[in-house]
């Protein structure tokens, strides 16, 4: 059973006024095929918790460790962890001018396997996929992210997350944009994943609605840095209906 | 997340005349801190004069001189410089003869004539011609290879002529070490379909300041394509005149600079009779300290170019610090009855954030890199047209990729 553990971690960023402490001690255990929901208050750290697990060198490791089956992840470069196993969908997937989606999927399998995929397969798997997330033939050509919707970004994450097989994921509020039958058709790859691969996921989002798809396991609540409370799928609905108030008594963002 | 840093003005149709303020991409501060002179003059009125000395001294102030490392040039522009024929290689294939020709023959003067000094100089001090005659039909290729130059300051003239009716590519390879002003007149009969193309592979000391003029004939297409990946200064300046009915001109550029390197190019489109067809595509690639590229495109729509249908447009990327990009795209358009004219300029970011996503991707850095530049010029790439050519410069770059990586 492969396990993503994070304990303790604190993470800091460069900023005008100087350096700003973020994460504040996390804690957070994965387990396989688990899913655990992040909830939380815009600014609270969500997305920085996301990019510090990849390795996005503008977050700076204070303290703590992110270990993936015992192995620590926060010494490896960014794409040595994406070949250990961590997937990271994007709240804002990032525009590749020049580098086809095709080329750009073939690359990251070759480099994810540490071999090229055999061709007739690929091709199979890749077109499956597309039509499993209702996408076009045609944005095989098309540049990576360029000119996409937001909705279309979205997909091109979760069609990534199919083809490249991670053992753990972070989406990061990948719902967002995303009408309804987007939603249900994004919802719908996650699962695929979860089944196919036992994936384990830590799914960000603000909005109960992703959460009657990709049913979590447990939720967490994150305020300001850290972890203020967990609880089972009930605890979603809760927040949604109540707000963060009762966390941030104490607290003010940013 | 910082979004994607692609600058970009497009636009459509200009009005009369269209001179936008000129685009000017460095990552480092702009040394004069102004936006780049250009005259007022529409470029039709351009003084020309085969003699140097009717120009006036090169100050470095004149818009032509401008971006240009003056100092490593400054011979070429007002010294005597040797005009001997000098040796080249060439494969024999039958779609084309090469010879030498006097100065004194009908064909030199009949593309063009030089717009500043240094191309004067060249034009005044070659002794004679090398004469590239295409008269084949099946579009055979004719590779000349100039690898026989020194650091001795020299002049050369090229006719390149495509006899009507007929089908060809030339290509000029330039290696080795170079101190040259030349001048090439491309002369495109009726009806005829050429492609040149202009590789400078120099070695890293070499200088070249090279002006391209062609003539286009009736009815008749140039593919024009300058590749430039190595050497000091390398300045290739192509015009092209479509004066003629129906001919048409495809003109494409692949530059990459690392550090210490100029690149620059002017390509130069004249549509001069009705109904003539112009594209303009550059793309050029920076990496390392001091890499500078220069990339001006002006289109002159004439008086009596109606139906005229023009687009140019030049993207760079930009894959370190310290580089800088200067792309100035001008419009000229003097009737009302065209059917489009449109221009693009961009410099984009290689930057951390897609970095980031690539590697997230678990793809390594250097192959990212590789990545990104491989598909951004292989749009150009794919226009040569020689399968052999484009198989060799998709190597090149890799090598270039590679070097510049081992020196970060
Ligand atoms: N480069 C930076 N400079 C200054 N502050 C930063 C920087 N990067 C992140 N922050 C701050 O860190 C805090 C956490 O940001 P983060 O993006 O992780 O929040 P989030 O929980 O994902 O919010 P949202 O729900 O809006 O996506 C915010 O207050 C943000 O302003
Ligand atoms: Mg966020």
Known sequence: MSVLKIEDLQVSVETEQGTKQILRGVDLTVGEGETHAIMGPNGSGKSTLAYAIAGHPKYHVEGGSVTLDGEEMLDKSVDERARAGLFLAMQYPVEIPGVSVSNFLRTAKTAIDGEAPAIRGWIKDLDASMKALRMDKSFRERNVNEGFSGGEKKRNEILQLELLKPKFAVLDETDSGLDVDALKIVSEGVNRAKENTGLGILLITHYNRILRYVKPDFVHVFVAGKVAEQGGPELAVRLENEGYDRFLADTTVG | ?408
């Open chain 2, 1 to 408: 997340m910082a979004a994607p840093q692609i600058s970009e003005t497009d636009q459509p149709a200009a009005p009369l005349i269209d001179r936008p303020d000129p685009a000017q991409h460095g990552l480092q501060a702009h040394s004069d801190g102004g936006s780049a002179f250009v005259p007022v003059q529409t470029r039709s009125e351009r003084f020309t004069s085969t003699s140097p000395d009717d120009f006036e001294a090169v100050t470095g102030r004149e818009f032509e001189w401008k971006f240009v490392p003056l100092a490593k040039v400054a011979h070429l522009i007002s010294d005597a410089v040797d005009g001997s024929p000098t040796a080249f290689s060439y494969t024999e294939n039958g779609g084309a003869t090469v010879d030498w020709i006097d100065r004194t023959n009908a064909l030199i003067g009949s593309a063009g004539a030089p717009e500043e000094r240094a191309s004067a100089n060249a034009w005044s001090s070659a002794e004679k011609a090398l004469h590239i005659l295409v008269t084949g039909e099946d579009g055979q290729e004719t590779v000349i290879r100039r690898d026989r130059f020194d650091g001795s300051a020299r002049a050369a003239h090229v006719v390149i002529e495509a006899a009507p009716n007929s089908k060809g590519t030339v290509i000029l390879e330039h290696a080795g070490d170079a101190n040259l002003a030349e001048n090439v007149e491309i002369v495109v009969g009726d009806n005829a379909q050429l492609t040149v193309v202009t590789v400078q592979e120099w070695d890293d000391s070499a200088i070249h300041l090279s002006s391209h003029f062609a003539r286009i004939g009736r009815d008749a297409n140039l593919k024009h394509v300058i590749v430039s990946l190595g050497g000091s200064v390398v300045r290739v300046n192509p015009s092209f005149h479509l004066v003629e009915q129906g001919a048409s001109i495809d003109s494409f550029g692949l530059y990459f600079a690392d550090a210490g390197q100029y690149f620059e190019q002017r390509p130069y489109v004249d549509h001069v009779a009705a109904n003539t067809r112009s594209r303009v595509n550059y793309k050029g690639a920076l990496q390392g300290e001091g890499a500078h590229t220069v990339w001006v495109g002006d289109v002159l729509i004439g008086p009596h170019a109606d139906g005229t249908d023009s687009y140019e447009q030049n993207r760079n990327l930009v894959l370190s610090e310290g580089t800088r990009a200067d792309s100035i795209p001008n419009l000229e358009i003097e009737t009302g009855n065209i059917l489009g004219a449109g221009h693009a300029s961009s410099t984009g970011r290689f930057d951390d954030e897609q970095l980031f996503y690539l590697q997230s991707r678990g793809i390594t850095e250097e192959e990212a890199r590789r990545l990104v530049v491989r598909g951004f010029l292989a749009e150009i790439i794919q226009q040569i047209g020689s399968e052999t050519l484009e198989a060799r410069l998709s190597q090149a770059i890799e090598v270039e990729l590679l070097a510049a990586q081992a020196t970060e």
